[in-house]
């Protein structure tokens, strides 16, 4: 159960957002949203031992949300030159969007600068699903997310 708050809700438009990917390539959200639905991660870092976690049950799911039209971005409090570090040595690769956000103006944009959190939204970049992660364990499962999405 969500304790925290964020301000987010359900059935808004997502705050529009630029930030860089691991390969210092700007990334839009509209840009994100064109190939249909998305689920954003928000996560502290690749410092952090539980967003690795979260990096890597992503991962696991990605075949999943790819066959729901489900696309993926993470948005990290890293910069692009750490990501990209991150991204060379994972194993298996990481099929997805890792975008840096070490200003954390993303994160302040969608109220997450304290705590991890999933949005779900559709390709109009409408919210359909917030999960909130504040005590990293509180992952919604996938199918949770995709039946946000439906």
Not at 48 to 65: E, G, K, S
């Amino acid at each position: 159960m969500n304790t925290v708050d964020i301000g987010l809700k359900v059935g808004q438009t997502a705050p529009h957002f630029s930030a860089v990917d691991d390969q210092k390539k700007p990334v839009h959200l509209e840009g994100l949203l064109e190939n249909g639905k998305l689920l954003l991660a928000f996560i502290h870092g690749t410092w952090c031992p539980h967003c690795v976690q979260t990096i890597y049950r992503l991962r696991r799911a990605a075949n999943t949300f790819a066959q729901e039209g489900i696309g993926i971005a993470v948005v990290a409090i890293d910069d692009p030159k750490t990501l990209g570090i991150f991204r060379q040595s994972a194993v298996p690769t990481i099929p997805f969007t890792l975008l840096a956000d070490n200003d954390q103006s993303v994160h302040k944009a969608y109220h997450l600068e304290q705590v991890s959190a999933y949005i779900a939204l559709d390709k109009a970049g409408i919210i359909r699903g917030v999960f909130i992660d504040a005590d990293h364990h509180s992952y919604p499962g996938h199918a949770a997310i995709v039946q946000a999405l439906h």
